[in-house]
């Protein structure tokens, strides 16, 4: 979570003319969209390392409710997606395309909200600061942070059941920081190391050593381990890879240097039990580029079989931020260009 980054004169004017218009009914939202063409600010460059940029939207809404979106997951059909918001809601809909396959906009955009283990909702943070998700067969898991846990959702059926499980996080809670508790949880394949497994990684409660605290929940690489942390890059959110990778997303914001992200890429050899996770850097910006508060992140086989990722940000519900959902293709390197980089 993060307080109050700067946006640009366009942002706020394109944010005060959804804010004057007319509320909706509740549970339906509509969301306008202003098509982002370019990742770095005034430059037509596409290629950033191993990814493409595809295009991305800074999305407004007259619904009070729709902002500080924590996280998303897209379904099967790449196109329906599930989000959580940190005051305590759901958010679905899909994704709209142009003639060129390009990001458009949203539609069919609800937003309910999300019920604890005793069939109440509250709208605010503390109770229900929902800061991660993850599709998990027919279960949703959430993550909290605050009243740090992670609770299980029927899939279909989450938008009005209460939790119905939670699974047990093997950290004392007193050990995790409020504000800085799990926001990336995600479920690994089926036939990778993991076996199906579920990762949690905190965003900044550290151990002795200065690394934040993860943990694999469930399957048969059960365990503690914990995350790699530089500065003030802390994780926000994450998703396998078909491999068995992870894609970390990474949010940093200070007063000397402004607000930054980037991706890590985490083999899958280096997630297990009792050891500390790192990986290449596959992507960093700053305010030059096309970013703010950037705290969801999924991946997913696009039809052609490449690999695409989208991540999202978080506008706290402030002037001041942005509402942002950008498109990347990861570009994996040829058995050919492997050889001669070797060489």
């Given at each position: 979570m993060l307080r109050k980054p700067f946006a640009s004169l366009m942002s706020i004017a394109f944010g005060l003319a959804a804010l004057m218009s007319s509320a909706l009914a509740e549970g339906d939202v509509e969301v306008r969209s202003r098509v982002i063409t370019e990742f770095k600010i005034g430059s037509d460059e596409i290629k950033f390392g191993s990814?493409?940029?595809?295009?991305?939207?800074?999305?407004?809404?007259p619904q009070r409710l729709f902002g500080s979106l924590s996280s998303i997951r897209f379904r099967s059909d790449k196109t329906h997606f599930v989000g959580v918001l940190d005051t305590g809601h759901w958010m679905t809909g899909h994704i709209e395309r142009d003639p060129q396959g390009r990001l458009s906009g949203l539609a069919e955009v609800a937003i309910t909200p999300i019920k604890n283990r005793v069939g109440r909702s509250f709208e605010g943070k503390g109770y229900m600061d929902a800061e991660g998700l993850t599709l998990h067969g027919d279960r949703i898991l959430v993550s909290?942070?605050?009243?740090?846990?992670?609770?299980?959702?029927?899939?279909?059926?989450?938008?009005?059941?209460?939790?119905?499980?939670?699974?047990?996080?093997p950290f004392p809670k007193k050990s995790l920081r409020g504000n800085r508790g799990f926001e990336t949880i995600a479920v690994a394949p089926v036939d990778s190391v993991l076996k199906g497994g579920t990762l949690i990684v905190a965003e900044r409660s550290l151990d002795a050593d200065g690394n934040?605290?993860?943990?694999?929940?469930?399957?048969?690489?059960?365990?503690?381990?914990?995350?790699?942390?530089?500065?003030?890059?802390?994780?926000?959110?994450?998703?396998?890879?078909?491999?068995?990778?992870?894609?970390?997303?990474?949010?940093?914001?200070?007063?000397?240097?402004?607000?930054?992200?980037?991706?890590?890429?985490?083999?899958?050899?280096?997630?297990?039990?009792?050891?500390?996770?790192?990986?290449?850097?596959?992507?960093?910006?700053?305010?030059?580029?096309?970013?703010?508060?950037?705290?969801?992140?999924?991946?997913?086989?696009?039809e052609d079989g490449t690999t695409h990722v989208v991540i999202v940000s978080d506008d706290n519900h402030s002037i001041l931020q942005r509402n942002l959902m950008l498109e990347f293709r990861l570009v994996e390197p040829r058995a050919g260009d492997t050889a001669r980089l070797q060489n």
């Open positions: 990814l493409e940029f595809l295009g991305g939207l800074e999305m407004v809404s909290f942070e605050q009243d740090h846990r992670v609770d299980v959702y029927p899939d279909p059926g989450f938008e009005t059941s209460r939790a119905i499980d939670a699974l047990p996080i934040a605290y993860a943990a694999i929940l469930d399957g048969p690489q059960k365990g503690r381990l914990s995350l790699a942390h530089y500065g003030d890059f802390d994780a926000t959110d994450g998703a396998f890879l078909p491999n068995g990778d992870l894609l970390l997303l990474e949010r940093r914001f200070n007063m000397a240097e402004g607000i930054g992200m980037r991706i890590r890429r985490i083999k899958a050899v280096d997630i297990r039990p009792s050891v500390v996770m790192d990986g290449e850097i596959l992507l960093q910006g700053d305010f030059s580029y096309q970013i703010d508060n950037m705290e969801g992140l999924d991946a997913f086989a696009a």
